[in-house]
């Protein structure tokens, strides 16, 4: 006789393994547990709350369906957090045929600006408050190119390998170091308050 | 400094070079301001994104953003389901006409090798007419001998007496 789970308590392996036998209640708690942070790493990647809902939402539809794949060599949430990465990637890649790029992003992209800014010495991030950094940061985080913004968030939220990230996005290392390096500097100048017209 | 040695400081800063390169890296940094200045730079943007990645939270009810998981989860089986039955269908469409046309030419065959090796009375009445009939019209005389210890069976049809 199977015994009977108090599904809050619980640990996320025992719930996955209630879960994978078709166990609907023990899949509903770890949605409750990690729904937050699912969502916030989509919001961060696609910049728009309806379609991180989406996408967050069709994360854990496939990971029902993928229950059986995940071997536990990572945490649950990191497993959920890389299908809902590969989701955004493949939106991203479908936002980016459908729109033509502009002069501005093809700047971006090869780092026309980023490359004239002046070393930023002082750190302007110190003595704020938490809550107003955060404010920044995410407001940041608006103004990068969607290519710029994809390394940021997959190197430092995900604190994926240079190697990762390349394989994962599609692109050589080379282009991961470049963008992480342009998408670092932008972030800097924009934290620091600086406009274009000074960078130059 | 070139872009390739800027990559190079970011590299070190992430952990990406090998020990030997860093230590080279390491020293460059230590006499080189510029080199200075912009790993300080890019360590403070690195630290500040890492500890402050911005809170959102789903902005629905767990009640609500859980059941349009679930209704999809749903759905997608039963599509699912049904397109197992489909496939199912269809492949024995696909092969049972084959195979009936298959079983009704290995029933002819095997009828014809069983006929072939079992040849029929009734075919040979057909092929040689006549026989049974002559048969039905014959009789027979027996003649015993015991002295001699002879039997003698004498054969005719009806037409010839």
């Given at each position: 006789?199977?015994?009977?789970?108090?599904?809050?308590?619980?640990?996320?392996?025992?719930?996955?393994r209630?879960?994978?036998?078709?166990?609907?209640?023990?899949?509903?708690?770890?949605?409750?547990?990690?729904?937050?942070?699912i969502?916030?790493?989509?919001?961060?990647?696609?910049?728009?709350?309806?379609?991180?809902?989406?996408?967050?939402?069709?994360?854990w539809?496939?990971?029902?369906?993928?229950?059986?794949?995940?071997?536990?060599?990572a945490?649950?949430?990191?497993?959920?957090?890389?299908?809902?990465?590969?989701?955004?990637?493949?939106?991203l890649?479908?936002?980016?045929?459908?729109?033509?790029?502009?002069?501005?992003?093809?700047?971006e992209?090869?780092?026309?600006?980023?490359r004239?800014?002046?070393?930023?010495?002082?750190?302007?991030?110190?003595?704020?408050?938490?809550?107003?950094?955060r404010?920044?940061?995410?407001r940041?985080?608006?103004?990068?190119?969607?290519?710029?913004?994809t390394v940021?968030?997959?190197?430092?939220?995900?604190?994926?390998?240079?190697?990762?990230i390349?394989?994962?996005?599609g692109?050589?290392?080379?282009?991961?170091?470049?963008r992480?390096f342009?998408?670092?500097?932008?972030?800097?100048?924009?934290?620091?308050g600086?406009?274009?017209?000074?960078?130059? | 400094?070139?872009?390739?040695?800027?990559?190079?400081?970011?590299?070190?800063?992430?952990?990406e070079?090998?020990?030997?390169?860093?230590?080279?890296?390491?020293?460059?940094?230590?006499r080189?301001?510029?080199?200075?200045a912009?790993?300080?730079?890019?360590?403070?943007?690195?630290?500040?994104?890492?500890?402050?990645?911005?809170?959102?939270?789903?902005?629905?009810?767990?009640?609500f953003?859980?059941?349009?998981?679930?209704?999809?989860?749903?759905r997608q089986?039963?599509?699912?389901?049904?397109?197992?039955?489909?496939?199912?269908?269809?492949?024995?469409?696909?092969?049972?006409?084959?195979?009936?046309?298959?079983?009704?030419?290995?029933?002819?065959?095997?009828?014809?090798?069983?006929?072939d090796?079992?040849?029929?009375?009734?075919?040979?009445?057909?092929?040689?007419?006549?026989?049974?009939?002559?048969?039905?019209?014959?009789?027979a005389?027996?003649?015993?001998?015991?002295?001699?210890?002879?039997?003698?069976v004498?054969?005719?049809?009806?037409?010839?007496?």
């Amino acid at each position: 006789m199977s015994k009977k789970i108090d599904y809050s308590t619980a640990e996320d392996d025992t719930l996955v393994r209630a879960a994978r036998k078709g166990d609907m209640q023990a899949f509903e708690e770890l949605v409750a547990r990690h729904r937050d942070k699912i969502y916030a790493r989509a919001f961060s990647m696609m910049r728009n709350e309806d379609e991180a809902l989406d996408l967050s939402q069709e994360a854990w539809v496939k990971a029902w369906q993928r229950l059986e794949q995940f071997q536990g060599e990572a945490s649950f949430a990191t497993w959920m957090t890389r299908i809902v990465i590969n989701l955004c990637l493949d939106q991203l890649r479908k936002q980016k045929r459908q729109r033509a790029e502009s002069i501005e992003q093809l700047d971006e992209e090869t780092g026309g600006v980023e490359r004239q800014m002046p070393v930023i010495t002082t750190n302007p991030t110190e003595g704020l408050e938490r809550q107003e950094l955060r404010k920044r940061i995410d407001r940041a985080l608006t103004q990068l190119s969607v290519e710029h913004r994809t390394v940021l968030v997959m190197h430092e939220f995900e604190e994926l390998e240079y190697k990762e990230i390349a394989r994962r996005v599609g692109c050589s290392i080379g282009t991961v170091m470049s963008r992480l390096f342009y998408a670092r500097r932008r972030m800097a100048g924009l934290l620091a308050g600086l406009k274009k017209e000074e960078w130059k | 400094m070139n872009f390739e040695q800027q990559l190079k400081l970011q590299a070190y800063l992430d952990g990406e070079l090998s020990a030997s390169e860093r230590e080279e890296v390491r020293a460059w940094i230590e006499r080189d301001a510029e080199a200075k200045a912009l790993v300080a730079e890019l360590t403070w943007a690195k630290s500040a994104l890492t500890a402050n990645e911005p809170e959102v939270k789903v902005p629905d009810s767990r009640e609500f953003y859980w059941s349009k998981i679930s209704r999809e989860i749903e759905r997608q089986e039963r599509a699912e389901a049904r397109t197992e039955g489909a496939a199912a269908v269809a492949w024995w469409r696909r092969w049972l006409a084959p195979m009936g046309a298959v079983a009704a030419a290995l029933i002819v065959a095997a009828v014809i090798m069983v006929s072939d090796r079992n040849p029929q009375p009734v075919v040979a009445v057909a092929e040689q007419g006549g026989v049974g009939e002559a048969v039905s019209d014959m009789g027979a005389i027996t003649f015993e001998d015991h002295s001699a210890g002879v039997t003698m069976v004498w054969l005719y049809s009806d037409s010839e007496i």
